[in-house]
């Protein structure tokens, strides 16, 4: 069992930076591969960044790749999203999920279906 917050969002004016925390509980955190999401008001919820248990594999969406980094600590149990150079497009609910999977293509973690815990959610708001 996994449980996740979110941290870190907020109201930011437009070009400004956010990093959102999610700390994860339980001691497997290492394990389990992490991603974010993010649903807007009317919107789908769409895939933002994942990272892998170790790091070492990482994707992103398209359109956030240069602006929006993912990172993690597996000693603090947390998974952090940079986002930089923020729109009023990027407003949104922010999610952090974790999935436990091992041996899959970076594809895998992009679908949201995948993923077996996710936190509650933090608002990023981005004024103009």
């Known amino acids: 069992q996994v449980q996740l917050v979110e941290s870190g969002g907020g109201l930011v004016q437009a070009g400004g930076s956010l990093r959102l925390s999610c700390a994860a509980s339980?001691?497997?955190?290492?394990?389990?591969?992490m991603g974010w999401f993010r649903q807007a008001p009317g919107k789908e919820r769409e895939f933002v960044a994942a990272?892998?248990?170790?790091?070492?594999?990482?994707n992103y969406a398209e359109s956030l790749k240069g602006r929006f980094t993912v990172s993690r600590d597996n000693a603090k149990n947390t998974v952090y999203l940079q986002m930089n150079s923020l729109t009023p497009e990027d407003t949104a609910v922010y999610y952090c999920?974790?999935?436990?999977?091992?041996?899959?293509?970076?594809?895998?973690?992009?679908?949201?279906?995948?993923?077996?815990?996710w936190g509650q959610g933090t608002q990023v708001t981005v004024s103009s």
């Open positions: 999920a974790a999935v436990y999977a091992e041996r899959v293509g970076s594809s895998y973690y992009t679908r949201g279906a995948n993923y077996d815990y």
């Open positions: 990272i892998n248990w170790s790091g070492g594999r990482i």
């Open positions: 339980g001691r497997t955190f290492s394990r389990y591969g």
